[in-house]
């Protein structure tokens, strides 16, 4: 069956490499992209939550996606954050983005003022209006305290080709059933939890949106097609390896410990921008044993 939109399998969250000053390093951006394009990556988002998009200034974020794009040119595709909860803003990224020639949109849920669900319909429609790019919804209630319902997110999908599909940040096995009844079958969901992509794809998912895939990506890519290939035992059993280090990946504020993950790998520097704070000892410590004690048979 043919997709509306196929950003592959795993895409990456990017974080932001920054420097001491918490300045963005755009020459470790290009190079940690061409890294993760080249481990497993089929797409890198930018500036999302694991990238600090909060903190970027719009001047930035163009930046730091000319970076991106250079270093994939023909490699990766480059999905773009363009959430806000002023829905005037997001539609104000969205054309900014396509002039910039993305291949597609991330939009999360308006946050803080918590809309109804025909708000979020409201918001969401006049984004997929405002351009010709796929949008990818992003359903992180824990973030935003609001929830897309599955019956939102379907009628969204049927109204507008471009609104391809959502990335799903809830532990919920049932909404993402209902949205697999509900929505058009050329819809996709991802995985918005590296944990619960086993179980996701278990229920029609075309893969996950990772932070994980900063380290391991090739063999998230593993367990995804093993278990699309009817491997289903070689598929848990990677599951179950990769499952301490994407729970450590949340030990501290996402994108906290992946950066400091990244910096133990010698990819980046650990520094985040205010008001996170990097991890202490004790946590590295905690980290590091995790991390280095990932072994593949």
Do not use: W
């Amino acid at each position: 069956m043919a997709l509306r939109y196929d950003a592959g399998e795993v895409i990456t969250a990017m974080a932001t490499p920054m420097d001491s000053k918490r300045e963005i390093d755009y020459n470790k951006a290009e190079q940690l992209a061409g890294y993760l394009a080249e481990n497993g990556s089929d797409a890198l988002l930018v500036a999302g939550t694991t990238g600090e998009g909060p903190t970027l200034t719009h001047e930035e974020e163009l930046e730091l996606l000319s970076s991106v794009r250079r270093a994939v040119a023909g490699k990766a595709k480059v999905i773009m954050n363009a959430g806000s909860n002023c829905t005037a803003t997001a539609c104000r990224t969205a054309k900014l983005a396509e002039k910039e020639d993305v291949d597609a949109l991330l939009s999360v849920a308006p946050y803080y003022n918590k809309p109804s669900q025909e708000g979020l319909i409201a918001h969401f429609s006049a984004i997929a209006e405002s351009t010709s790019l796929p949008v990818i919804l992003y359903n992180i209630p824990s973030r935003t305290g609001v929830q897309i319902l599955p019956k939102t997110i379907a009628a969204l999908a049927q109204k507008y080709e471009n609104i391809v599909a959502v990335k799903q940040s809830f532990p919920d096995m049932d909404a993402v059933t209902e949205i697999k009844l509900q929505a058009p079958e050329d819809f996709s969901v991802y995985s918005g939890d590296d944990s619960l992509t086993l179980p996701m794809l278990s229920l029609g998912a075309r893969g996950v949106i990772s932070v994980t895939s900063h380290l391991l990506g090739k063999e998230l890519k593993s367990m995804i097609r093993n278990y699309k290939s009817g491997q289903f035992i070689a598929a848990m059993n990677m599951h179950k390896k990769l499952y301490p280090v994407m729970k450590q990946m949340f030990m501290a504020p996402n994108p906290v410990p992946v950066k400091a993950a990244l910096a133990h790998k010698g990819l980046c520097e650990e520094f985040v921008r205010r008001p996170l704070v990097e991890l202490d000892d004790a946590q590295k410590e905690e980290l590091f044993a995790v991390l280095d004690g990932f072994e593949i048979d």
